[in-house]
Every structure is written in structure tokens, then in C-alpha cells.
């Protein structure tokens, strides 16, 4: 069946550091891959997705880049600000699930001044 | 992209009772999805409701726990019956066209 697994977390970073959050999946066909943030008290949103090989995924500076050799989907970020911290959740959908999603564990991250 | 709505935004339940979530949809969709979010963990997927059929329940959830409706293509309905405090958390329903979109959610907690 479909997987998503994900670093752990809490990950704990200074304003203006490098982000990367690992993510890898497992899927029988071509699944569509996402990632979705959800900030303290609010609600899960979609950050950025990529629906086939070599995709690449960008919004409000983070970037995803659809890795089907080595069935990842990493997400980066070249300069965090305290307002980015949140939990990430990377998820992935196939077409026969009728776009139902299988999510990672999340992976909260902490960004300080 | 689709807004979702869902009632009650939260509640506090005694153990043993009953709570039905309702989520409605500003359009018509097809496939609708609830989804779990216990404390400090991921979603997991309950159900996938189609109109006009029942329920298709995910490994752990059954019917008689989770039962859900889906009455016309912008409705559902989950009850989660004979509530413990395990099932204190995050009830999501979602829909999805060329992405998910998720409802804001229902924060249950059972006492």
C-alpha cells in the first residue's frame, strides 16, 4: 500500500537558517505528492504539491522537487522566518484512492530569532 | 477551490454518548473523505463517503463506530458513537478536485 514517511521532529532552527524536511513515499502507479502546513490554532493548508517526476513545487519560498529515482520529495527552504514555524506534513495521493491522502507523521519546526 | 464547513467547531463530550459532525460544501463533490488527527499526531483517513453508496471504512475504523451519511453532493455526516477518551481529537472532512481541500475541523474531546 501507499507511505509517507518523514524526518522526525521538533526541528529547531535560527531566522535565516537553511530548511530541509525529508520525505520519502512508497506507492504502486504515479502518485500526486503534497505538502501541507498547519500554524499553531489553525487549520491544515496546502503549501505546494507536484503531480509527476521532476515537478518541482514552490510557494512563499519553500520548494519541493518530485524525485520518482529515489522516491522523495524533500522540502526546502533557503531562509526561514519565525512566521514559518508550524508542522509539515507531507502527503501523497493516487488517482485509484480518488485523491484521498496518506500523510507522514509531520515534522514540527521552530524557528527562532 | 471549494470551502468547507463544518459543525460543531468543537465540543466536550461525556463518555458513553454520541456526537454528530456535519460538513457542508459549497459545491457539489463527489467523493468526500473524513480524517483523524489525534493530539500531536498525523491525519489518518476514516472514510471515504460517495453519494449514494456506503462508507468506504479504512483498516481500524468500522461502521458501527464511525457511522456516516452522505446524503446529497455538498452533505455528510459522522457520528462517533459510544465516545471514549480515545477518541478525543481533530475530526477533518475533505474534499478533493485537483487537490484536497480540508474543512476547518472538529476539536472533540471526551471526557
Known amino acids: 500500500g501507499n507511505s509517507v514517511t518523514q524526518m522526525e521532529g521538533p526541528v529547531t532552527l535560527s531566522e535565516e537558517a537553511f530548511l530541509t524536511i525529508n520525505c520519502t513515499y512508497t506507492?504502486?502507479?504515479?502518485?500526486?505528492l503534497f505538502w501541507y502546513v498547519q500554524y499553531p490554532g489553525e487549520g491544515l493548508q496546502l503549501l505546494l504539491k507536484?503531480?509527476?517526476?521532476?515537478d518541482k513545487g514552490s510557494n512563499k519560498g519553500f520548494e519541493a522537487t518530485y524525485r520518482k529515482e529515489t522516491t522523495s520529495f524533500h522540502l526546502e527552504k533557503g531562509s526561514v522566518q519565525v512566521s514559518d514555524s508550524a508542522v509539515y506534513f507531507c502527503?501523497?495521493?493516487?488517482?485509484?484512492?480518488?485523491?484521498?491522502?496518506?500523510f507522514g507523521k509531520g515534522t514540527s519546526l521552530l524557528v527562532t530569532p | 477551490s471549494a470551502v468547507i464547513s463544518q459543525k460543531p467547531s468543537r465540543d466536550i463530550c461525556q463518555r458513553g454518548t454520541s456526537l454528530t459532525i456535519q460538513c457542508q460544501v459549497d459545491?457539489?463533490?463527489?467523493?468526500m473523505f473524513w480524517y483523524r488527527q489525534q493530539p500531536g499526531q498525523s491525519l489518518t483517513l476514516i472514510a471515504t463517503?460517495?453519494?449514494?453508496?456506503?462508507?468506504?471504512?479504512e483498516s481500524g475504523f468500522v461502521i458501527d463506530k464511525f457511522p456516516i451519511s452522505r446524503p446529497n453532493l455538498t452533505f455528510s455526516t459522522l457520528t462517533v458513537s459510544n465516545m471514549s477518551p480515545e477518541d478525543s481529537s481533530i475530526y477533518l472532512c475533505?474534499?478533493?478536485?485537483?487537490?484536497?481541500?480540508f474543512g476547518p475541523g472538529t476539536r472533540l474531546t471526551v471526557l
Open positions: 463517503a460517495n453519494q449514494g453508496s456506503e462508507a468506504t471504512y
Open positions: 475533505s474534499v478533493a478536485r485537483d487537490r484536497a481541500v
Open positions: 507536484a503531480t509527476k517526476a521532476d
Open positions: 506507492a504502486t502507479g504515479y502518485p500526486s
Open positions: 502527503a501523497l495521493s493516487d488517482h485509484n484512492s480518488g485523491y484521498a491522502l496518506n
Open positions: 459545491s457539489q463533490v463527489t467523493m
